[in-house]
């Protein structure tokens, strides 16, 4: 045993390792048990520790080691595995240079300990084992971003997962492209005809309750939802989607890095349109989209009457999930009601225990809880403020998810290299066992679909968190605005009043207490308030006779 070696140790992850099995700590705790076994002394001061990318050869610490191997204050580098000192095949080349000239050995704990990096062949190893490293390294990085380059480029939509409903992807990768499936297609064009004609979204899902679901096609165990239960915000993306009249759109959103290595999700710069089979005439397409945006505009207003409804649009039933609109009962009078409680006969077949409530008193209420929120400008900020901070609080669980997968992925990655390595192994010997070969292949192919699996999962955190976000902006116009109209409020019209509704994007809540009483919660960001609505008695039995208008 030769005591009288002073040694270096060096650990590295990178951003997206730091969860990595091999952390900092088990890769210091191996190095220097390795160390003492082998009778390398290492001094407190000469063992480092950094978190940054293989790729950067400007280090820190790094740089601090190639300084002790130039003044020759060591005579043995220890690092954990080959890839941690560098991904970068050409660097790697020069750092063994400078040691081989400083008369330094390079020992690779999980390789069993002094590599040969003074012969050829060992030099020649040295850089196979280098450029793996880099391969393995971009190929994390890169696979999904590549792969779905030359796939735009070939003019193939749906890159990834599922092709949207209406439609399949055949052929093998760059001979895909997209196919109608016949009944999904008259789905579609049912339920943009429906909307045409005047049917809500919700009216549409209840009309294709059975019929198979986009998400249906999708094994998930956590959905809430029944097979054949249409969601609404299912059926409002695909009225607004322009893959249903023909022209899938590419990088739409692309994932940016920032200066400090985070994804983020961006707007893509120049979408690139890619032509498919249109299930809609342009004609009826571009009617819907009219309609979308006179229906948010024009809310509150029933076309059928004169009548005025504050909170329709907004209003969901709690009892059932159900859109809660403002209509007329043949009484003349207006009221608040769950449609999909009135979509079917009796309340006992519709399953919701909501009973309609007057709307000539449930606006006034409503409008004094909002009227008395603007009139202090100091609340609304107090309000945004702290959803503003929620929302960082809910953004730091996502990024904790996301860091998950990351692990997810390294694991994968150092798995894959395992048996890479052991398939090189079996090629290295005189006559290698093609079955050995071929098996050790078939789990290489699984685990670059699972990394695929895993980096698509990313996709929808990535999303989720540029949704929606409060920024400072939306405060201080909300703020401002609530200054501006506050000498208004006392006489605002019903335009003015759903306008300011709209504008601060308000949500309510229908619930039953009991059959006197009914509770209407105004839901603005963080902030929810309870609003007692008292309604005449009337049993079930006596509205299910009533002869009811189509709730529009
Ligand atoms: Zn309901």
């Not at 070939?154 to 109608?180: M, N, Q, W």
């Not at 400090?260 to 979408?271: I, V």
């Not at 309340?347 to 004094?368: K, Q």
């Not at 540029?466 to 909300?478: C, F, G, L, P, T």
């Amino acid at each position: 045993m030769n005591t009288s070696q002073i040694g270096a140790v060096y650990a590295r992850v990178s951003t997206e390792e730091q969860t990595h099995g091999i952390s900092l700590q088990q890769q210091t705790a191996q190095m220097l048990h390795y160390a003492s076994v082998n009778g390398i002394e290492v001094p407190d001061a000469y063992r480092f520790a950094e978190q940054v990318s293989g790729y950067t050869n400007t280090r820190e610490f790094y740089d601090e080691i190639r300084g002790l191997v130039a003044a020759k204050h060591i005579t043995a580098l220890i690092v954990y595995s080959s890839d941690r000192y560098t991904r970068d095949p050409v660097h790697g080349d020069i750092f063994r240079k400078e040691l081989r000239l400083s008369g330094v050995t390079l020992h690779v704990v999980s390789e069993g300990g002094q590599v040969d990096i003074t012969s050829p062949m060992g030099q020649f190893m040295r850089r196979q084992m280098d450029n793996f490293n880099w391969f393995w390294g971009q190929m994390i990085k890169q696979t999904a971003m590549e792969k779905k380059k030359a796939y735009t480029d070939a003019s193939i939509p749906y890159v990834s997962g599922f092709a949207c409903y209406g439609y399949e992807r055949v052929g093998k990768r760059l001979d895909a492209h997209l196919v109608t499936v016949e009944d999904e297609a008259q789905t579609v064009q049912r339920i943009f005809s429906w909307y045409e004609q005047g049917h809500t979204v919700s009216q549409i899902c209840e009309l294709l309750r059975g019929v198979p679901t986009p998400g249906d096609r999708v094994r998930n165990p956590k959905r809430k939802r029944q097979p054949g239960e249409w969601n609404p915000s299912t059926i409002h993306k695909m009225l607004t989607d322009t893959t249903y009249r023909g022209v899938y759109y590419a990088n739409r959103s692309v994932v940016v890095e920032d200066a400090t290595g985070r994804k983020m999700r961006q707007k893509g710069k120049d979408p690139m349109p890619i032509t498919v089979p249109a299930l809609v005439s342009d004609e009826v397409w571009y009617r819907v989209q009219q309609k979308l945006t006179d229906n948010a505009r024009g809310g509150g207003r029933s076309k059928t009457s004169k009548h005025e409804f504050l909170l329709t649009a907004r209003s969901k039933c709690r009892h059932c999930g159900g859109s809660v609109s403002g209509n007329m009962a043949s009484s003349g009078k207006a009221y608040y009601r769950c449609n999909r409680r009135y979509m079917h006969k009796t309340y006992t077949e519709s399953g919701c225990d909501f009973m309609p409530v007057r709307v000539d008193t449930t606006d006034p209420l409503v409008w004094e809880v909002v009227k008395e929120l603007l009139a202090h400008p100091d609340r609304v900020r107090a309000v945004l403020e702290t959803g503003q901070e929620k929302q960082r609080t809910q953004g730091r669980a996502i990024e904790a998810q996301l860091l998950e997968l990351d692990a997810l992925c390294a694991e994968k990655e150092s798995m894959l290299k395992g048996y890479s390595r052991a398939i090189a192994g079996e090629y290295a010997r005189s006559n290698p066992n093609t079955h050995t070969i071929q098996a050790l292949q078939v789990q290489c192919d699984d685990l670059t679909t699972s990394l695929e699996d895993i980096q698509k999962r990313r996709i929808p955190l990535l999303a989720q968190l540029d949704e929606k976000v409060i920024s400072q902006r939306y405060i201080e116009d909300a703020v401002s605005y609530a200054a501006e109209i506050r000498d208004h409020l006392e006489t605002a019209s019903f335009e003015l009043q759903r306008e300011i509704i709209d504008r601060y994007d308000m949500r309510f809540e229908f619930e039953l207490c009991d059959e006197f009483t009914a509770v209407v919660y105004l839901q603005w960001h963080i902030w929810e308030y309870d609003i007692t609505v008292f309604r005449p008695g009337a049993s079930h039995a006596d509205l299910d006779n009533r002869n009811v208008s189509n709730p529009s």
